[in-house]
Structures are given as structure tokens and as C-alpha cells.
């Protein structure tokens, strides 16, 4: 696991909340779109209000008989208003009236009873597995609504739109962010992990929001409602609402104790499963090694005790919240008898009917759900803040970017010029030391010398792959330092050591850099690299799928793919690293002699340590340990005696004996 | 279900099957099917529902007399029942036998109640969370089972199936669609047994009290059905084309970041995040499609349930009305009275919503079905390579391999060796040379049995390679791979790959064999030094020399090294084939490489080209063949040389 990732692993309430604003900054596009929902949320409450009327109505009215005025307890001024219109009329018609209009609010609103069954929300979870990856897609694609019915419908729809909106809009923006990472970013992380954040950890962005944005709103509009209700039915009894107050802090201290203990739990189960795809993704990537090398079981054992730890974390997270509630819920039960007692006590002392217990008490409910929304926010955006910090930590991982004062660096006329540059890697090793060289145009620059010696290191600086930390970088006596990267890279073409070919065409593999490019410029470039003969005979030829990282073709043929894939993009600069490793002699001599008819018009730069591939280079440097030791044309540096170059060739040579 | 023979790939299966080939009968059958796998936890599901019914068996009763006494005794007045007064410890003199309670004694009743309530509540929580804490574990288990045995699966498919294959499907398949298993005992028994019990009970309930009313509940079934049928198919290919496009862009995040370096070199950023973005917006879009239909599913049931329940209510109030007899007496109910109308209305409203979650659940498993299809689309896919029933051990190599006139193609219009014959001994190194493409790689993959060859066979010490179990035949093989795959582990785990009990004195030497210790020796941590992904903080020449370090320290009779040197320098490669001479002494060691300068000690040279063996023997007899292909190769390396030693640029 890279080091790099584990990183402000563990974070403080202060850090949770400086999350959760920044996520809230991120909404900011979204805000028209939030009111609308906030307006949907607290007109979809409103039908809970009508729930248990329509029955009391029909039993005083319709079965009692009571007449409509008369009856023990004032309605709600909602409820009068429908009320008012069956005055005088005969039970009967009442029922009938009743049962209609109970019909059109099932059907517009959902909302009918207090019963389980009569009561309803829209939405559309979908079963999901006990661990952190699955139960996110639920997260990702919410859509609820406190209503059913034709409202209900809407307000889903609305609803699961906003949210797709939302996590579409951060995992675009956090892949746009991994892309733009410089390249040495990548020799560290691991690819699971991303594809983990992405996926898995961006919903949390939404997550919150909701929590914060609509939850306290809309609870308290609802608390608000349900006293205003309340004292309209049933008259003042404040021991009500202060006990669903007092339940607001419980539930609020019971919880925030353990805010701390969440987030490193849900953390945790967040990273183990993070490695989980990674050892996943690495083993079925390299899936070639480790059926040569009989690795099947150290494979799969990696995975089973990675997969099992992340279930593990996982449980453990779902075990906490287990705690959490009940250190919550006893407390406010016992809080709450009490107000259980007041009201039987109301029924025992006369005031209000055993039927109304019921309804008092689930007004007291309703406010007490309300509130405990409200106390439990804390906690409850934790683990949203866990995943929004691993968001965020990628997202501000220097980037490359252009300064604010880049230019655009024009096309390449001469030379490229490297100025004593000096360059080392993040963990120290120095790898280029007080470095000066010049490429032309119109020449060939060979790059020689032992492994590691910091050819390729030399050569990423020119579509600065890598910055130096000391020295310039000149196109045509131009420092590039804050040049463009636009304008530096699409000047230049790398073919890399280890080719990369996608799940694509074969056409489509070389048009890469160039996708405007036509099909005889495809296939010309693909004939100088020597590709041209071996896709012909391919059954679909061009067009032929290449598979996964182009498996079905052997390294040779990948490499001049490649080759073909650099040619296409006519650009100015064409560096080549180890271009011909795989290629028997013939296919690399006519590589050589395309590359020195390419070079008429370009700066071509080869590395290599095949002497057959670098002796008719115009200039060859010799570079060891990260110096560049001698340089000239291959003739110049065989003439000198004892020269680096001049051994090292032999040495070539001499191991033909 | 799937027909998958080896030749179909993950690629091709699922997508474009717009078709749903699922119905109800089959889903059955996958959901049966999935009952195996919780085979191994029965004892646990055993003690998950003794555990649950204990703590039903003592709570409930409790329950109920508690709601029983709230209702008709501290609400209405009523005396208490003998087993009441004792549950809660009270005077049965007082307050059974009085007729009615007064207000201070209901009071009283009403105190205890909850205080008694309350304990037996704090008493049942933690273990009812405990209970839910073991059904998590055990689901958890069975899930890991399932992950597990598609693993194996992956594993044992064949390289064809996997170059086809997206690794972002594979990895969805592992995740979310193998968690669909973790569902089995909802929907198998508690929705079927827990949900149809209840509404079945309601149903006898309400019949008792007026058999119309019960009619009116039993009517729901066939409008739900119907709907359920009409909704079903079409939610399974939503939910099919849902999962299809989230699996899609999951490969499309791993396809890119495994090849960032070359996106990056050639400016292809935007390209890229578009693409990310159009199946980004693909997958919300297809789980819109799926969810909203859902949604839509959900509401039509509750539409029709209510309007059976509301229906019902008003019919049941002019019962009430007209204080109707009832069918049955039961449960203390005579007449239809205000009391049984509550009662009624709880009862009928518990059976109608007991279906509705039926349904409901019904509406759910089809995309657990479709989950699980696909992890069994995976599981059904045959293993190409697999043992014979009779396949023996190889234990050593005495003699040498002999090729019989092998054929092989990777796809029936691409042939990739015809008619391939030669011998090896052991002792000898064998150098395959031929132009890129020729069939070099192919001919020792047969060898390790990465694939099988359609004609001919491949014999060690005379047994064809097919009677042998592959894993010992590969445990005989050590092969340094072109393409010098590494992992994100430790420079000692790398080397270790293949031998996870060596010591690192072996672990030292086999580097030094390769090469690699002296390099490894000046990182930072040295042998302890943590690879990036893929090993990409090495350059390729170091990479090489681990991966021949890896194959060396498998001490195996049988070495195969394909361009193992290609990036080295001449001075590195020279001592790296001096030492693989010397270890190889004993074994056959298999040189497949362009750089001819290496191959001058092998006994035997075989050239390949298009595909068949063109030319063998030893590099005098080559090389003094008249227009032979080896010699024209060798000419082609060596000219310069002369001419750089003339001086004379070409």
C-alpha cells in the first residue's frame, strides 16, 4: 500500500467539519436544484399531517353518528376545511365523501392512515451486500420521497436526478484530477484504489450535503407543523414538546462521543476495501506472471485475507452503530415513558378518548423522529466525512498545471537545449547531475549507456514529464519552464519501454494522438514502423479488436504498433525509449533507416544500447550515472582511445565471441 | 442458462443480451442453486434461528400481554388477567377480581406496566443486536465463499479468455454482483415462509369476522400478480443494462489509469475524461431507467393495496354501523363493534401490507437474480487446461522434451505454429530464433501448458504433457516472462513469487545468478524496498534481471527465459549467461532472443519463422549454411561491426 495514500489517515471534528463545508461549496451549481427538493421534502410532509383524520371521521361521524361540529375533538384547520363541506350531510354521504376523497389522497399523496400499510414512500432501494462497496450504489443513485402516490412519483424522480447529478459532476471532477497528476504520481498509487474512490467513496459527497442541507431544515419545518397541529387539536400540553427536545439532546449527546470511534472505523473499512480492489485489479492485470509462475494460490490467498479484512472493518463499523444506538435510544426511550405515562394519564383522567391515545401519541413520535434526525446529524455525516476526505486528499495532490503566467511555446525550428539540469526522485536518489546537451533538428540523438543510468530520466524532460529541479529546459533558445504543457506535449511523441495499447482498434490504438488522422496517413505511418505487414494479415486487418492491454499480439509487433502510433502525430520531437528491444535485425535496420528519413524534418531522439540500433545516430551521449560523459558521432567517440563509449561497445562485441 | 464453452469470454457474454433469458421458473432454479453455498454455514443459520425463535418465544408472549393490558386495562379500565397481575407483580385480589380498575389503581397498572415494559426492552435490544451482528457475520461468510470460488474461477480460465475480458467487469462481478448472495435467506425463506404466513394468518382472521372482507384480501392477488408479471421482465433487463453499464465504467477507470503514461505523452486527457463522462452519465441513466421503473412498481402497489384497504374500511364502518354479526365469534368478538372495527382495520391493514412487501421484496429480487446470473455466467465458463482423471505427478526430468509435430492456433484464422518438431535434452540450452511474431513465445507456452495444441503433442521423458497435472508440470518450469511482470511488493517478495518459503540466502544468490543483487543492493531499503505498481519504479534492465532472479530461485529442471537480456547492456548480459551456464548445467535451459551475440553457446539453435522450425542445430552448422535465414540474421547484426572497426560509417 503506498505510503503516500495512508497520509492524514485519522482526522478531528474540526477537520470533519472543514470537509463537510468544502462539500458544501461543491453543491454550490446545484443550489437552484436544492430549493426545489427542499420545497418537495416539506410539501411531501405535509399529508402525514391528514393521516389519521379520515378514519376518526368516519368512526364519530359515519358510525357514532355524531354530527359534524360535535364531535369531542377540534380538527386541524386542514382537515375543517374538507370538514365544513359535509355539514348537514347524512352519515352516508359522509362515508361515501370520506372514502373518495381518501381515494384521490392515496392516489395523489400516499398517505391515507397511521397504519404500516397505509403509509408509504417512494423509492427504489435495491438489496445490496454487507460491505462498503455495494451499499454505496444505493447511496449513489438515491431517490426518495416521503410521499408516495403521483407526488411521491415526482419528487422520487426529481430526486434520484439531483443525486445522479451531483455524484456525475464529483467523479468527473476527481478523474479529471487523477488524470492531470504528473506521471511520477503513478509509480506509487495503486490502481484499485482509485477506481475504489471514484466509485465507491464520491457518493459520500451527496451523502452529506443531504444530511446537512435538507435534513435540519426540513425536521425542524416539520417539528414546527406538528406542535403548531398539535396545540390545535389537542390544546397545550408543553410537556410534549419539551420532552421531544430533551430526546434532541440526547440523541445529540449520546452520539457525538463516539464521532471520533466512527470515522476511524468507517475509514478503515473504506481502505480495506480499497485494497481489496487493488489486489483484485493487480492480479488479474498480471494475470500472464502469475499463471507462468504458478501463483494461482499465493494469489488467492492475498485476496481471501484482504477480502475478509474488509469484510471484517465493515462489521465492525455496522457493530459501533449498533452501540451508538442503543447508548441513544435507551436513554430517550426512558425519557420518553414519560411522556407515555402523561398521555394514558390524560386518557385515565377523562380528558381525551382511548382512541385518541393513539393519535396523540403518534403526533408525539412523528416529533420525536423529527428531532432525533436532528440530534443524530453529527454522527450520522461522519462517515460521509471519511469519505469525503479521501476525495478531497486525491483531489489536492499537486496537479500538473499550467502557471497562471504559461505561454504557448512555438512550433520547434533548431534545437532543444537541456542547461545543467540536475534531477532527483521523491525518495532521494539522485538522477541526473548538472546534465547540458543540445538535439537538432534534422539529426538523430542517441542516448547510450548502461541500465539505469538516467537516459530515460534525461529524455522526460522534454515533454516534461518530470521538471528539473535545477537547470532549464529550452526550446530554441526559449526557457519552456512556463510554457504550456499543451503546447510542449502535443509537439512531442514518446514511444515508452513497455507499450501500452488499449481495448480498442488497432486503428484506433494508432490514431491516439492523432484521432483526426486519415487512413492512409494510418497506414503510411504504420508501413514505416513496420506494422503494416503483420495487421494486413490479421482477418479484420485495421480493424481488428485488440483485447485487453493488446494481449493477442506478441511484443514485437505491440512495440512497432507504437512505433506507428508516435509517426502518426507528426510532431516535431519523436523520442524513442528502447524502440527496438523486442525486434529481430532486419525489422530494426528498417526502423533505423525509417527513423533517419523521418529525422530530415524532425528531432529524433533514441535511446537504446543495441550498438546496431545507435551507431548511425548524427550524435551520440554517452551517459553514466546520471553524467554525460562524452558525446560526438560514433566514428569521433571509437577514435578516442580508452574513451567510456568506446569499451562500452566493445564490450558488446566482445561478448559475440 | 449460459452454454459458455472455453472459447467465450466475459466480453461476450452479457452484453448486447438485451434478450432476458430469465423467467420465473429459471430464476427459481438460480436462487436454489445459490442454497449450496450456504451449505457451509447451516450450523450457523441453525443457531441464528434458534436464536431468534428463543428470544420470540420469550418476548413476544410478554409483548403482548403488555399490549393487551395497555389497551383494554390502564385505557379503558378493564381487570387484569391472572398472568397479567403477575407479570406484573400485583395484587391479584385487587386487581383481578374487582370488576373494573379505578384511576388510581389504573394508574398504578399503567406505572408498572412501563417499568416492565422498559426492562424487558432493555433486556431483548442488546440481544436482538447481536443476533443481527451473527446474521451480518454469517451473510459476510457466505458471500466471502462465492467471492472466492470466482476467483478460482478467474484464475483457472485460460490467457484467450482473459485478453478478450475487461478487468473492470471482473472486478464488478466480484463486488456487487457476488453480494446478491447475501440476500438468499430473505428472499428465499423469510419473504416466502415469514411474509405469506402472516397475510395467510389475517386472511383466516378477517374470514372469521365477515367472509366478504376476507374475499376483498384475497382479490389483491390478482392484480398484484398481474402487475408482477408485467413489471418483472421488464425490470430484469433495466436492472441487467444498469449493472452492465457500471461494470463498464469501472473498466474504463481501470483501462485508463493502466494506461495513463501513454495518455498523458500524447495529450489524450480530454479524450479520455469524455469518454469517462459519456458512460458515466450511461450507468446513471440505465439506473434511472431500472429504479424508476421500480419506483413506479412500488406505487402501483400501493395504490391497489390501499384502495382494498380504504374500500374495505368503508364497508367494515357500515358493519360497524349496523352492528352486523360476525361469521365466526373469535377472539372475543361477537358483533361488529367499535372495538372489532380496530381491531379489523389492524388485522386487515397487516395482511394487505404483508403482500405489498411481498411484492415489493418480488420487485427486488429481480435484480438480485439478474446479480446473480452474472456471477454464475462467470462460474459456468469452463476451464480450458484442466487435469485428465488420470493425470500423474511429474517428478523429475531425466531425459528431455520432445515436440511432435505441434499445431496451434490462437483463433481458427490465425495460425500460430504448424507442424513444429524437435528434441531437447537435459543438459543443453536450446536458443529459439526467429522475426517478431514467428511463434517463439507461443512454442513455450505450449510447454507450460497456457494452452493446448490442437494437433501433436509435447512429450517430457515420453509422456505427453496432457496426462501430467498441470500445476506439477508448471511447478517444473520456471519461465522469465519478456514482459517482466512485477508486483507492488517488496524487491524480496518479487524474487519470491513462485518460492514463498525461501530463505534470503537463496533469495541473495538467485540474484546474484541474475545479476540483480548489486543494483538491489544500492536501493534504499535494498531487498526490503516496496515496488510501485507494477514494479514501475525499476528501470526495464533492472525489472529483467528481478524477473530472472524470480524464475532462477524456482531451482526448477526445466528454465525458459524469453529475452531475458533484451535491455541490458553488454557488459550486465555477458555475466548474466555466464552464470545461467553455470547454474544451468544440469537443466534444460530454453533461449528465446534476437540478440544473437548470446546464443553462440547453445547447443542447439532452432529458427522460426512463419510459424514452423525453418532451420536447427548448433550456430557453426548455421552459419555456414549458403543463404540460410541464420546466417543472413548473424550477417545482419555483425556488418557494422567490421565496418566501425574499419572506420567507415555505414
Known amino acids: 500500500?503506498?505510503?503516500?495514500?495512508?497520509?492524514?489517515?485519522?482526522?478531528?471534528?474540526?477537520?470533519?467539519?472543514?470537509?463537510?463545508?468544502?462539500?458544501?461549496?461543491?453543491?454550490?451549481?446545484?443550489?437552484?436544484?436544492?430549493?426545489?427538493?427542499?420545497?418537495?421534502?416539506?410539501?411531501?410532509?405535509?399529508?402525514?399531517?391528514?393521516?389519521?383524520?379520515?378514519?376518526?371521521?368516519?368512526?364519530?361521524?359515519?358510525?357514532?353518528?355524531?354530527?359534524?361540529?360535535?364531535?369531542?375533538?377540534?380538527?386541524?384547520?386542514?382537515?375543517?376545511?374538507?370538514?365544513?363541506?359535509?355539514?348537514?350531510?347524512?352519515?352516508?354521504?359522509?362515508?361515501?365523501?370520506?372514502?373518495?376523497?381518501?381515494?384521490?389522497?392515496?392516489?395523489?399523496?400516499?398517505?391515507?392512515?397511521?397504519?404500516?400499510?397505509?403509509?408509504?414512500?417512494?423509492?427504489?432501494?435495491?438489496?445490496?451486500?454487507?460491505?462498503?462497496?455495494?451499499?454505496?450504489?444505493?447511496?449513489?443513485?438515491?431517490?426518495?420521497?416521503?410521499?408516495?402516490?403521483?407526488?411521491?412519483?415526482?419528487?422520487?424522480?426529481?430526486?434520484?436526478?439531483?443525486?445522479?447529478?451531483?455524484?456525475?459532476?464529483?467523479?468527473?471532477?476527481?478523474?479529471?484530477?487523477?488524470?492531470?497528476?504528473?506521471?511520477?504520481?503513478?509509480?506509487?498509487?495503486?490502481?484499485?484504489?482509485?477506481?475504489?474512490?471514484?466509485?465507491?467513496?464520491?457518493?459520500?459527497?451527496?451523502?452529506?450535503?443531504?444530511?446537512?442541507?435538507?435534513?435540519?431544515?426540513?425536521?425542524?419545518?416539520?417539528?414546527?407543523?406538528?406542535?403548531?397541529?398539535?396545540?390545535?387539536?389537542?390544546?397545550?400540553?408543553?410537556?410534549?414538546?419539551?420532552?421531544?427536545?430533551?430526546?434532541?439532546?440526547?440523541?445529540?449527546?449520546?452520539?457525538?462521543?463516539?464521532?471520533?470511534?466512527?470515522?476511524?472505523?468507517?475509514?478503515?473499512?473504506?481502505?480495506?476495501?480499497?485494497?481489496?480492489?487493488?489486489?483484485?485489479?493487480?492480479?488479474?492485470?498480471?494475470?500472464?506472471?502469475?499463471?507462468?509462475?504458478?501463483?494461482?494460490?499465493?494469489?488467492?490467498?492475498?485476496?481471501?485475507?484482504?477480502?475478509?479484512?474488509?469484510?471484517?472493518?465493515?462489521?465492525?463499523?455496522?457493530?459501533?452503530?449498533?452501540?451508538?444506538?442503543?447508548?441513544?435510544?435507551?436513554?430517550?426511550?426512558?425519557?420518553?415513558?414519560?411522556?407515555?405515562?402523561?398521555?394514558?394519564?390524560?386518557?385515565?383522567?377523562?380528558?381525551?378518548s382511548p382512541g385518541d391515545f393513539g393519535l396523540l401519541f403518534s403526533y408525539f413520535m412523528m416529533l420525536t423522529f423529527a428531532c432525533v434526525e436532528i440530534g443524530a446529524l453529527w454522527i450520522r455525516v461522519q462517515e460521509a466525512a471519511v469519505g469525503l476526505q479521501r476525495v478531497f486528499f486525491l483531489m489536492d495532490l499537486p496537479a500538473e498545471r499550467d502557471p497562471d503566467d504559461s505561454f504557448a511555446v512555438g512550433p520547434l525550428a533548431e534545437a532543444v537545449e537541456i542547461e545543467d539540469v540536475s534531477f532527483s526522485y521523491p525518495d532521494g536518489t539522485p538522477a541526473l547531475r548538472g546534465v547540458s546537451m543540445e538535439a537538432r533538428v534534422g539529426q538523430i540523438t542517441a542516448l547510450v549507456g548502461p541500465a539505469g543510468a538516467g537516459k530515460t530520466t534525461l529524455a522526460y524532460l522534454i515533454p516534461r514529464f518530470i521538471r528539473p529541479a535545477l537547470g532549464r529546459v529550452r526550446f530554441d533558445d526559449v526557457d519552456v519552464e512556463k510554457a504550456s504543457l499543451e503546447s510542449i506535449r502535443s509537439q512531442v511523441s514518446f514511444v515508452f519501454q513497455e507499450t501500452v495499447l488499449f481495448d480498442a482498434t488497432i486503428e484506433e490504438n494508432i490514431k491516439l494522438g492523432n484521432p483526426e488522422a486519415s487512413e492512409t496517413e494510418v497506414r503510411r505511418a504504420a508501413q514505416v514502423a513496420g506494422a503494416d505487414e503483420f495487421i494486413r494479415q490479421l482477418p479484420e486487418g485495421y480493424r481488428t479488436q485488440l483485447g485487453r492491454s493488446g494481449g493477442k499480439l506478441s511484443v514485437g509487433q505491440k512495440q512497432r504498433l507504437s512505433i506507428a502510433r508516435a509517426l502518426v502525430r507528426r510532431s516535431r520531437i519523436v523520442i524513442l525509449d528502447e524502440p527496438t528491444s523486442a525486434l529481430d535485425p532486419e525489422t530494426e535496420q528498417r526502423l533505423v533507416s525509417a527513423l533517419r528519413e523521418a529525422s530530415r524534418s524532425r528531432l529524433v531522439m533514441v535511446i537504446a544500447h543495441r550498438l546496431s540500433t545507435v551507431r548511425s545516430a548524427d550524435q551520440i551521449l554517452f551517459i553514466e550515472a546520471g553524467r554525460i560523459l562524452e558525446r560526438g558521432s560514433h566514428p569521433e567517440l571509437m577514435a578516442k582511445p580508452d574513451g567510456a563509449y568506446r569499451r562500452f561497445v566493445e564490450l558488446q562485441t566482445r561478448g559475440a565471441a | 442458462m449460459s452454454q459458455a464453452g472455453p472459447d467465450l469470454s466475459l466480453g461476450q457474454l452479457g452484453t448486447g443480451n438485451r434478450d432476458d433469458r430469465l423467467h420465473f421458473r429459471l430464476i427459481l432454479r438460480l436462487l436454489v442453486r445459490c442454497l449450496h453455498l450456504l451449505r457451509p454455514v447451516r450450523g450457523h443459520l441453525a443457531l441464528l434461528f434458534l436464536g431468534f425463535t428463543a428470544l420470540a418465544l420469550v418476548f413476544v408472549p410478554v409483548g403482548i400481554l403488555l399490549m393487551d393490558t395497555f389497551w383494554t386495562r390502564v385505557l379503558q379500565g378493564g381487570a387484569l388477567t391472572a398472568p397479567q397481575a403477575g407479570l406484573l407483580w400485583l395484587d391479584p385480589a385487587v386487581f383481578v377480581e374487582a370488576g373494573t380498575l379505578g384511576p388510581d389503581q389504573r394508574r398504578e397498572v399503567l406505572l408498572r406496566t412501563i417499568v416492565v415494559g422498559l426492562g424487558f426492552g432493555l433486556a431483548a435490544a442488546p440481544c436482538a443486536f447481536a443476533l443481527y451482528y451473527y446474521r451480518v457475520w454469517i451473510l459476510q461468510k457466505v458471500n466471502q465463499v462465492l467471492r472466492m470460488r470466482m476467483m478460482e474461477r478467474l484464475q483457472s480460465l485460460s490467457l484467450r479468455f482473459h485478453a478478450d475480458s475487461k478487468i473492470g467487469d471482473a472486478i464488478y462481478r466480484m463486488y456487487q454482483d457476488s453480494a446478491m448472495v447475501t440476500q438468499l435467506i430473505d428472499v428465499l425463506v423469510i419473504a416466502p415462509m415469514g411474509m405469506l404466513g402472516r397475510f395467510l394468518f389475517c386472511v383466516v382472521v378477517v374470514a372469521f369476522f365477515d367472509p366478504w372482507l376476507a374475499l376483498i384480501l384475497a382479490a389483491l392477488w390478482p392484480p398484484l400478480l398481474l402487475s408482477g408479471y408485467w413489471f418483472s421482465r421488464r425490470l430484469r433487463v433495466r436492472f441487467r443494462t444498469a449493472r452492465e453499464a457500471n461494470s463498464a465504467l469501472t473498466s474504463r477507470i481501470q483501462e485508463t489509469l493502466q494506461g495513463i503514461k501513454v495518455i498523458k505523452a500524447y495529450g489524450a486527457e480530454s479524450i479520455e475524461q469524455a469518454r469517462f463522462e459519456a458512460d458515466s452519465r450511461a450507468a446513471f441513466d440505465a439506473a434511472f431507467a431500472a429504479r424508476g421503473l421500480l419506483a413506479v412498481f412500488v406505487v402501483l402497489l400501493f395504490w391497489v393495496v390501499v384502495s382494498a384497504i380504504v374500500a374495505s374500511t368503508g364497508l367494515a364502518a357500515l358493519k360497524t354501523l349496523r352492528n352486523d354479526p360476525v361469521l365466526v365469534a373469535a377472539l372475543g368478538f361477537s358483533f361488529w363493534t367499535l372495538g372489532l372495527f380496530n381491531y379489523f382495520k389492524t388485522r386487515f391493514g397487516d395482511g394487505a401490507g404483508q403482500l405489498r412487501q411481498f411484492f415489493r421484496t418480488w420487485g427486488r429480487t429481480q435484480d438480485i437474480a439478474i446479480g446473480l446470473d452474472r456471477v454464475f455466467e462467470l462460474l459456468d465458463l469452463e476451464a480450458e487446461i484442466v487435469d485428465a482423471p488420470d493425470a500423474i505427478p511429474l517428478e523429475e526430468v531425466h531425459r528431455g522434451i520432445r515436440y511432435r509435430s505441434v499445431c496451434f492456433r490462437y483463433q481458427p484464422d490465425r495460425p500460430a505454429l504448424e507442424s513444429v518438431s524437435f528434441e531437447a535434452q537435459v543438459g543443453t540450452i536450446s536458443a529459439i530464433v526467429g522475426p517478431t511474431g514467428s511463434g517463439k513465445s507461443t512454442l513455450m507456452a505450449l510447454l507450460l501448458r497456457l494452452f493446448d495444441p490442437q494437433q501433436g503433442a509435447i512429450e517430457i521423458d515420453g509422456v505427453d504433457i496432457r496426462k501430467v497435472q498441470v500445476a506439477s508440470l508448471r511447478a517444473s518450469v520456471a519461465v522469465a516472462l519478456q514482459e517482466n511482470l512485477l508486483f507492488g511488493t517488496t524487491v524480496r517478495e518479487n524474487i519470491r513469487y513462485a518460492v514463498a518459503d525461501a530463505s534470503d540466502e537463496q533469495v541473495r544468490e538467485a540474484a546474484w545468478i541474475a545479476g540483480a543483487d548489486e543494483f538491489i543492493g544500492q536501493l534504499p531499503e535494498g531487498y526490503d524496498t516496496l515496488l510501485g505498481e507494477r514494479g514501475t519504479k525499476l528501470s526495464t534492465g533492472q525489472r529483467q534481471r528481478l524477473s530472472i532472479a524470480r524464475a532462477v530461485l524456482k531451482d526448477t529442471p526445466i528454465l525458459i527465459l524469453d529475452e531475458p537480456t533484451a535491455s541490458l547492456d553488454a557488459a550486465t548480459e555477458l555475466r548474466v549467461m555466464d552464470n545461467l551456464a553455470e547454474w544451468g548445467k544440469d537443466r534444460m535451459i530454453f533461449l528465446i532472443t534476437h540478440r544473437l551475440s548470446t546464443i553462440r553457446r547453445a547447443s542447439q539453435i532452432l529458427v522460426l519463422k512463419d510459424g514452423t522450425i525453418a532451420e536447427s542445430g548448433p550456430h557453426r552448422e548455421l552459419v555456414a549454411r549458403k543463404n540460410g535465414i541464420y546466417r543472413s540474421l548473424v550477417e545482419t547484426e555483425e556488418a557494422p561491426i567490421g565496418a566501425t572497426a574499419a572506420g567507415v560509417v555505414q
Open chain 1, 1 to 352: 500500500m503506498s505510503r503516500r495514500l495512508q497520509e492524514a489517515e485519522e482526522f478531528g471534528s474540526l477537520e470533519s467539519i472543514r470537509l463537510l463545508a468544502r462539500a458544501l461549496r461543491y453543491v454550490a451549481p446545484f443550489k437552484g436544484r436544492f430549493a426545489l427538493k427542499l420545497g418537495l421534502l416539506c410539501l411531501s410532509l405535509l399529508p402525514l399531517l391528514v393521516l389519521p383524520w379520515p378514519v376518526k371521521i368516519i368512526i364519530d361521524h359515519f358510525i357514532l353518528g355524531v354530527p359534524i361540529g360535535e364531535q369531542p375533538l377540534a380538527y386541524p384547520a386542514v382537515v375543517r376545511v374538507f370538514t365544513d363541506l359535509l355539514v348537514g350531510r347524512t352519515p352516508l354521504e359522509i362515508l361515501l365523501w370520506t372514502v373518495t376523497v381518501q381515494m384521490l389522497l392515496v392516489f395523489l399523496v400516499g398517505a391515507v392512515g397511521t397504519g404500516g400499510a397505509e403509509r408509504d414512500q417512494a423509492e427504489a432501494y435495491l438489496a445490496s451486500g454487507h460491505d462498503q462497496a455495494t451499499q454505496t450504489e444505493n447511496e449513489a443513485n438515491a431517490g426518495f420521497s416521503m410521499a408516495s402516490g403521483l407526488l411521491g412519483l415526482f419528487d422520487f424522480r426529481f430526486t434520484i436526478r439531483l443525486t445522479q447529478a451531483l455524484n456525475h459532476h464529483y467523479r468527473s471532477s476527481l478523474f479529471d484530477r487523477i488524470q492531470s497528476l504528473p506521471m511520477t504520481a503513478f509509480d506509487d498509487e495503486r490502481i484499485g484504489d482509485a477506481i475504489f474512490r471514484v466509485m465507491y467513496d464520491t457518493p459520500a459527497i451527496t451523502s452529506g450535503v443531504y444530511r446537512i442541507l435538507l435534513t435540519p431544515l426540513a425536521s425542524t419545518a416539520f417539528s414546527i407543523l406538528i406542535i403548531l397541529v398539535l396545540s390545535s387539536v389537542f390544546g397545550n400540553h408543553p410537556i410534549i414538546v419539551w420532552t421531544a427536545v430533551a430526546i434532541l439532546g440526547i440523541a445529540f449527546a449520546a452520539t457525538v462521543p463516539f464521532s471520533g470511534a466512527l470515522r476511524r472505523r468507517a475509514g478503515r473499512s473504506r481502505r480495506a476495501g480499497a485494497t481489496t480492489t487493488s489486489t483484485l485489479e493487480e492480479g488479474l492485470s498480471n494475470i500472464l506472471a502469475v499463471q507462468s509462475l504458478g501463483g494461482e494460490g499465493r494469489e488467492k490467498e492475498r485476496f481471501d485475507a484482504d477480502s475478509w479484512a474488509s469484510f471484517s472493518r465493515h462489521r465492525s463499523q455496522v457493530a459501533l452503530g449498533m452501540i451508538i444506538t442503543l447508548c441513544a435510544v435507551v436513554p430517550a426511550v426512558i425519557v420518553g415513558s414519560r411522556v407515555f405515562y402523561y398521555v394514558a394519564d390524560l386518557v385515565i383522567e377523562g380528558t381525551i
